[in-house]
């Protein structure tokens, strides 16, 4: 809603009906609203007249204006526009101005732009009202001139955070919330039902952490902070998992990527609903069949895969009833489902910040030295697939293959690639300009040769969604169409799942810029259309289809890119690769041409220069040509030298895009004013917001772009700031404390001053010059930096010192004494000087290093300990100490980056940007390090001493032996020498062991096993005091008897049992003496099982939690587990063709026999019984059965059976048997009949379609 708070509540109040409002009511509110706005003022400044009077004592002092204020009060409200006696806000003369209008009125006025009143500006603003579309410190009516600003200042935070639900019901109510019975594929394939919340309030989707652990699915690490409703908080998210999900009917298969949460919400609904049957969803198949009882939620299902599950169809019935809405796992319901009393209601508002690793990470890693990197496997398989299959074309621009991985599925994308330009085109309908724009550049693709239509179908294939970005800075292109190739397919891979990225092939930012100060003449220039000059292979063309049409009314038509698209993963390096390439295939390239193409691009931007203008228009040549020759076209030509610039027209007339008169030329986050060859930085800012918290000062942090450290005495108060801000545990969106804010935001006010710096581009080195180079460290509780500058002497005697780069580091958060932290200065310095030296085309003719530190200088010339011996050791490597000197504090200009000054204060700032003055003079003039070196606070080790010591194990005793009854031994030998040893020699016991020193034993290892174990609750008896509750014993009662043991207490004191059974002595589960006694009785029990054993140990000791105890011994037991064992079941063979195919009834039959039974052929008295048996006929196709009688088992008889059987049933065609010697008799009589009957002409024709096959059934079977 956009109206205010207030008035959305008064709009509240006023309705008293039911049904929903019309607009004309909805009109005649707001109408009355505005009346009864344009009173209010008058209303409450003459009720509060007086009150306003009592303030005027302590406002003259600072704001005298509101005496006038005051004075006036009385009159009435006063229009500073119109001069009418009414606020400026219902002005209708100031309403009826445009936007820009109104501010620009409201600028002349001196009036604030937050409340519109004059006599103060917004810093001094003290209404706590705000923008009420944006929520930010400007009046409503000027929201429309700050809504360019407010986007930019809250794209960081929309690319940070994601919304993930939001929840909410009647405490008087059951609100549905649409849920839905899914299926889940675990890690075998076996699908498992789960509970899926459809949630189109939330951004990302989730699942439990008890779900994806039944599943055993595998996860991948992810760091996403997630935030509840009112910034409680919600945890962090415990992963990342790709989920296979289907329908109850597994007739559809979806790829669902989700965040891992220990829960999501509670049971839904929040209590039982009584059955009720709507009218309007009875033919209904519901998605959710039990969605009146409530349940846990499994899965979570956002919008980023919402469009998968929706279909068309929605049902609504009467006010106060659900909806359903149609989706592929049924009709889901949601809305009110009945008016009953409920429990409290859930509320779940999450968001997840998804990004703020990689803004953390682009805040520091300005400050991180390029270090050296080594291919991964992929990366060199990346390069041999560039180097194995890239061709060239006729025209000279190279062909390459898409660098697929194996094995790695892309399902569909069509589809999704359509709903994107769906959307795309309702973008258009409310901007003509930017469809007219869109429309020109796909033209523009078409005609060059870039796209051609996709006809053919083809099982390899990707289709890309793609988006406009505009850049208002751009001097050439405004609009640019992204694609999209990291959306995901139905497979859950995108093409860029599937490519390997390939190595980073160009230069570092920081050496790019490093070496283009070296040049006396700069010159700079891009690739126009880079990416777009390579090739794509036409066997990978499919992988870059896209869809589009001009005209909403046309069809949709499939393209497909021919050349290296933005957005593919693999673009950059296949386009910086080809660029190499280029240079390498050139024909007559020189080495110092190949050497530029290799080394002074940065993606297409060429930074390089030369020393004179011969050799800076022979390179722009010869580059050119280089380039030109495989389709590289240079344009926006930039340089500091006129001649150049007067002269490119001329002599390369391709050369449309130049920028002649062009003073600053943005390049690579600096601004080089080519006129005068200065440098400088962009400094800017959006509005400040209402609140500055955590993440919007880690924004504004961020966005000063500084890549060589000119100006870190400023960047490194921001780092220190942050350093507090993360010790304090303040969280992402809380306020500051008020002591970072005000020092953070006078810090802000000033760095804009800094647009305002100048610095030399050009270090003064060339061929005919001296140059040194001079490191500076320093270090302060803080933090500590080092500063490099290149001093120059040229031939005439002049001396030119320049700032170089610069580097800082705040201080660990672990605190360091002040001298290591000036080592680390110094070791940082070193890094730096190695990283700049690498990348100058010249060598240093001296190099100094310089530190206001005296033990520093002493640790650089000795042997120390670990922390400071790696360190020196590191600083040796690059700087020996003979290069380092002593500077005074005051002449050292790393001094002011280690603390950090105010940007007003660096602009000034000579020591910084020159280095010290004597720097500018003859060597003789510089400082001489004294002799002697303070080393007192760092030591040196002068002898080693070793140490052996061996600590004893408080079990060790007991570890010793496997048997408790040999360890019951060997401790009652070992209390009879302590007890011979003290008597005398004639009562001194000897032979065998008698069962009171066994028991006595017994006793002795319970007792020391209790005292190691149970200390305090022996402590605690002794002294008549309570156990405590958390003691694992406190139920159990324990005493202590007469020899200080431990024993379970209980009411059977009186029982005639013995006291072992009434009161057994405790033993601690985790000790070695509980194994040993479990490992005893399990023996003694034959190997009983965990019953058996547990009865048989409870009978004199009492072991808490015996139970995993004796399970664990039974389990470890190698004869148990063999015997306990289960056989395995062979499956069993496929049915025979005879059981499973359809015929007539009995024509496959099986036979066997019954019996004996006693029949009696008689009734009546003196009947006798004999023996007969019962021949069964089984139907193999049906089953049905045929019982006749035998009268024993010979085969006669078996075949009089047989022939009244088929009298009956008819004749079989398969007859199955075992090998009784009846059947084998028959069957051999069955064949002998069979061919006797065979040879008569009359009735071989009638039983060839008769004959019957035997089949036995193998021996033994």
Request: aromatic share 8%; hydrophobic share 40%.
């Amino acid at each position: 809603s956009k109206l205010a708070h207030e008035t959305r509540k008064q709009w509240e109040l006023s309705l008293v009906m039911d049904d929903l409002p019309s607009f004309s009511v909805l009109r005649e509110f707001l109408e009355n609203r505005a009346r009864s706005l344009e009173m209010v003022p008058l209303l409450n400044t003459t009720a509060k007249t007086t009150t306003t009077t009592k303030n005027v004592f302590h406002t003259a002092f600072t704001e005298p204006e509101v005496n006038v204020a005051t004075s006036t009060a009385t009159k009435g409200p006063h229009c500073s526009y119109c001069n009418r006696d009414h606020k400026i806000y219902v002005c209708s003369q100031f309403s009826q101005l445009d936007s820009k209008g109104k501010l620009t009125a409201i600028k002349k006025l001196g009036a604030c732009i937050n409340c519109l009143s004059k006599g103060h500006i917004l810093a001094n603003c003290h209404s706590t009202s705000s923008c009420r579309i944006c929520q930010r410190r400007h009046h409503t009516l000027l929201h429309e001139n700050f809504t360019n600003q407010s986007a930019r200042l809250n794209a960081l935070s929309n690319k940070q955070r994601l919304n993930v639900t939001a929840h909410y019901a009647d405490a008087n109510r059951v609100i549905l919330l649409a849920t839905a019975e899914i299926m889940v594929q675990d890690y075998t394939g076996r699908w498992q039902p789960a509970r899926a919340l459809l949630d189109n309030g939330s951004h990302a989707s989730f699942v439990t952490e008890a779900c994806v652990q039944r599943l055993r699915l595998p996860r991948t690490l992810s760091s996403v902070h997630v935030t509840g409703i009112g910034s409680l908080q919600g945890g962090r998210a415990k992963g990342e998992v790709t989920l296979s999900i289907s329908t109850r009917t597994l007739d559809t298969k979806f790829q669902v990527s989700t965040l891992i949460l220990p829960k999501i919400t509670n049971d839904l609904p929040t209590s039982a609903l009584p059955t009720t049957s709507w009218p309007h969803l009875t033919d209904l198949p519901l998605a959710d069949r039990y969605y009146s009882q409530p349940g846990p939620i499994d899965i979570l299902i956002g919008m980023d895969e919402m469009d998968k599950f929706l279909l068309h169809g929605l049902r609504k019935g009467e006010r106060g009833t659900p909806m359903a809405q149609n989706t592929v796992f049924g009709w889901v319901l949601s809305g009110n489902a009945a008016n009953l009393q409920s429990p409290p209601v859930n509320i779940s508002t999450l968001h997840s910040d998804l990004h703020l690793t990689q803004l953390i990470h682009k805040f520091w890693e300005l400050e991180e030295l390029p270090a050296r990197k080594f291919l991964s496997p992929e990366e060199s398989m990346c390069e041999k697939l560039y180097d194995d299959t890239t061709e060239r074309a006729s025209d000279g621009r190279y062909i390459v293959r898409l660098p697929l991985k194996k094995n790695v599925l892309i399902g569909e994308s069509r589809e999704a690639a359509i709903r994107a330009l769906l959307r795309m085109e309702r973008r258009f309908t409310a901007n003509e300009q930017l469809r007219k724009e869109y429309t020109m550049f796909m033209d523009e693709l078409t005609s060059m040769g870039h796209m051609e239509p996709a006809e053919t179908t083809t099982d390899k294939l990707y289709y890309m969604p793609h988006h406009a970005v505009v850049k208002t800075t751009s001097q050439t292109t405004k609009l640019r169409v992204v694609f999209n190739a990291s959306m995901k397919s139905t497979s859950g891979n995108s093409l860029n799942d599937a490519l390997m990225l390939g190595p980073q092939l160009q230069q570092d930012l920081f050496s790019i810029l490093v070496r283009f100060r070296t040049h006396r003449f700069g010159i700079i220039a891009d690739i126009e259309k880079m990416y777009r000059q390579v090739y794509v292979a036409k066997e990978d063309t499919d992988y870059q289809r896209i869809v589009w049409r001009s005209n909403p009314a046309d069809p949709v038509r499939d393209y497909r890119l021919l050349r290296v698209t933005y957005g593919v993963a693999s673009a950059s390096h296949l386009a910086v690769k080809s660029l190499h390439r280029a240079a390498l295939n050139a024909s007559n390239a020189s080495k110092d041409v190949i050497e530029v193409i290799m080394s002074d691009f940065y993606m297409d931007d060429l930074l390089s220069g030369a020393d004179t203008f011969d050799e800076l228009a022979l390179l722009q040549k010869n580059v050119s040509h280089a380039l030109s020759e495989s389709g590289f076209e240079l344009r926006k030509w930039g340089t500091n030298s006129q001649m150049l610039r007067d002269m490119i027209p001329h002599a390369s007339k391709q050369i449309s895009h130049l920028l002649a008169d062009g003073d600053q030329i943005r390049t690579l986050g600096t601004i080089w004013h080519t006129n005068n060859d200065w440098l400088s930085i962009a400094v800017s800012f959006s509005d400040l917001p209402p609140k500055l918290t955590k993440r919007t000062f880690l924004s504004d942090s961020s966005k000063v772009f500084d890549p060589l450290g000119l100006i870190a005495p400023c960047t490194i108060r921001s780092k220190i700031w942050l350093q507090k801000l993360w010790r304090s545990n303040v969280d992402w969106d809380e306020p500051v404390p008020s002591e970072i804010a005000r020092d953070w935001l006078a810090h802000r006010r000033e760095l804009q001053q800094l647009s305002a710096l100048k610095l030399s581009r050009w270090l003064g080195t060339s061929k005919t010059s001296d140059s040194q180079y001079h490191i500076f460290t320093d270090a302060s509780e803080v933090a500590y930096a080092a500063a490099l500058y290149c001093r120059t002497q040229f031939p005439d005697g002049t001396i030119k010192v320049v700032l170089v780069a610069a580097k800082t580091r705040v201080a660990p958060l672990k605190t360091i004494s002040l001298p290591r932290l000036e080592l680390c200065a110094a070791h940082l310095g070193a890094k730096l000087v190695k990283q700049v030296q690498s990348n100058l085309n010249h060598t240093f003719s001296k190099l100094y290093a310089w530190t206001d530190s005296m033990i520093t200088l002493a640790w650089l010339q000795g042997r120390w300990s670990v922390f400071v011996a790696n360190r020196v050791a590191a600083v040796q490597d690059i700087l020996p100490a003979t290069h380092w000197r002593h500077v005074a504090s005051e002449h050292n200009p790393a001094d002011c980056a280690s603390r950090g000054i105010l940007p007003s204060q660096l602009l000034k700032h000579q020591l910084w940007w020159h280095g010290p003055q004597w720097l500018h003079e003859n060597n003789s003039n510089w400082p001489i390090s004294a002799e002697s070196h303070t080393t007192d606070l760092e030591l040196k080790s002068s002898k080693a001493v070793t140490l052996l010591t061996q600590t004893t194990d408080v079990w060790d005793f007991l570890t010793k032996y496997h048997s408790f009854s040999k360890l019951k031994r060997i401790t009652a030998y070992l209390l009879r020498f302590i007890d011979n040893a003290r008597a005398s020699a004639g009562i001194r016991k000897t032979g065998g062991l008698s069962c009171v020193e066994i028991q006595n034993a017994e006793i002795a290892l319970v007792k020391y096993t209790q005292f190691i174990v149970f200390k305090k609750e022996i402590s605690n008896c002794r002294e008549n005091k309570p156990i405590h509750t958390r003691s694992s014993l406190a139920r159990l009662q324990p005493f202590l008897d007469a020899n200080g043991i431990l024993r379970v207490g209980g009411r059977i004191k009186n029982a005639t049992l013995s006291d072992y059974v009434k009161h057994p002595l405790i033993v601690p589960k985790k000790s070695p003496l509980a194994n040993l006694i479990a490992v005893e009785v399990h023996l003694l029990t034959l190997h009983g099982g965990p019953q058996i054993m547990q009865a048989a140990i409870q009978r004199r000791f009492w072991v808490p939690g015996i139970r995993n105890l004796v399970r664990s011994i039974y389990r470890k037991c190698i004869r148990c587990r063999r015997l306990s064992c289960q056989p395995l079941h062979q499956l069993m063979a496929d049915l025979p063709p005879s059981r499973v195919t359809s015929t007539r009834c009995f024509l496959h039959s099986a036979v066997d026999y019954a019996g004996p039974y006693a029949v009696k052929f008689t009734h009546g008295r003196g009947a006798k019984s004999t023996k007969a048996y019962i021949c069964s006929f089984i139907c193999m196709s049906t089953g049905a059965m045929h019982l006749e009688l035998a009268g024993d088992l010979s085969s006669i008889a078996f075949i009089a059976a047989f022939k009244r059987f088929t009298n009956r049933r008819g004749y079989c065609q398969h007859i199955y048997s075992d090998n009784g010697t009846n059947f084998v008799g028959a069957e051999k009589e069955l064949r002998l009949a069979y061919e006797r009957c065979i040879r008569d002409e009359r009735v071989s024709s009638y039983f060839a379609n008769a004959q019957i096959f035997w089949h036995f059934n193998p021996p033994s079977a």
